[in-house]
């Protein structure tokens, strides 16, 4: 994982892909020690071991995710992946549009600022 001659999009790639696994440790570690997730209907969270905690927190009633990568970019350090994450709640579908923006450092996330809209999501769980 995040080996130092992949490119920045190839480890949101992987990223993306981990999150299928619903590991909050593993999907941490893709972070800087610093790093600041921003689910942007949210206030951000910073650490990496806030953002295993906040990560563990809200999937942890997920069944199951896949999160379809529609596009992705890179330049410099920025990645934006554009996706449907398709969640499972026990019966409850969530099939959730996002555009994910990546700050990348040294084969880590520095920041991640995910857009959606929380109406979409709140409708899928009722």
Known sequence: MNHPQQTGAEIIREFINCWA????????????????YHNMPS????????????????????TSTDWQILN????????IAERVDRT???????????????????????????YFDLNTYMQGLQ
């Open 43 to 62: 206030a951000p969270v910073a650490g990496r071991d806030n953002i295993q905690r906040f990560i563990g927190g809200f999937a942890a009633n997920w």
């Open 88 to 114: 499972q709640l026990g019966d409850k579908a969530i099939n959730l549009p996002c555009c994910g923006v990546f700050e990348m450092q040294d084969g880590k996330i520095k920041v991640w600022r995910d």
């Open 21 to 36: 696994s619903l590991d909050a440790a593993a999907l941490a570690a893709y972070f800087s020690v610093d790093g600041v």
């Open 72 to 79: 992705i970019i890179e330049q410099g350090n920025i990645v």
